[in-house]
């Protein structure tokens, strides 16, 4: 079997219920996995096609297009999710010793991601790469995320604009904000997002999730 979508992180409830949702519909799908530190041999029958993805080695990005191929998938759309609410829980520990592993798994390790899908799908030339992003509650004390979350914006953005001066209008991006934890209406919005043939076009601009038009504020 195939697959043509790719979602990043099984740690995130979000990103496995967007892939149930999706395959219900029929769409294949990937979720990228740390097989380094999941064990678990029967991680395919729990979330699926797996790519394999150690955040804490810059040398395993080298390896996606490989796998693409070994695994026979098509990748036609990446979704690259930054959900601060819950890596807030992921990583609780505030404290400076942390901070290096939260900008190393959750900054550096998703530039790199973002950096080789660009490069995929500029070789394929076409594409669809879509950003999601919950940022942190104005409540969070949690220094470490909240630096993540704001380069994650910012990589997002930069990534966009990248793709942009491509002029390729087969090459697509979208950049996804969440406001509260509607997550059954997000799926649900992301679904319809990802059959549509053209996603918006409005480079660097971030778009409300679950809003009724692409060019609404």
């Not at 999941?38 to 490989?66: A, C, H, T, Y």
């Not at 609410?85 to 998703?110: F, H, K, W």
């Not at 080789?116 to 030339?125: A, D, G, V």
Request: hydrophobic share 45%; proline share 3%; with cysteine.
């Amino acid at each position: 079997m195939s697959a043509d979508i790719v979602i990043t992180d099984d740690r995130l409830r979000f990103s496995l219920s967007l892939a149930d949702f999706l395959r219900v519909q029929g769409q294949h799908v990937s979720l990228t996995a740390d097989l380094e530190q999941n064990k678990d041999k029967k991680i395919e029958e729990r979330i699926g096609p797996v790519i394999s993805w150690n955040r804490n080695s810059s040398f395993s990005m080298q390896s996606l297009p490989l796998q693409f191929k070994n695994l026979q998938l098509d990748i036609e759309t990446a979704l690259i999710i930054f959900d601060a609410v819950e890596y807030i829980s992921l990583y609780p520990d505030t404290g400076l010793l942390n901070a290096d592993r939260v900008i190393t798994e959750l900054v550096t390790a998703n530039m790199q991601f973002s950096y080789t899908m660009l490069r995929y799908f500029m070789q394929r030339k076409s594409g669809k790469l879509i950003f999601i992003h919950r940022d942190v509650p104005l409540s969070c004390e949690n220094i470490p995320i909240a630096a993540a979350s704001g380069a994650f914006a910012r990589m997002a953005e930069e990534s966009v604009m990248t793709i942009a001066r491509e002029e390729n209008s087969l090459l697509q991006t979208m950049l996804v904000r969440f406001e509260g934890e509607e997550n059954a209406l997000y799926i649900e919005w992301l679904a319809a997002q990802i059959g549509m043939p053209v996603l918006s076009r409005i480079p660097g601009r971030w778009i409300k999730a679950g809003q009724r038009g692409l060019f609404g504020k």
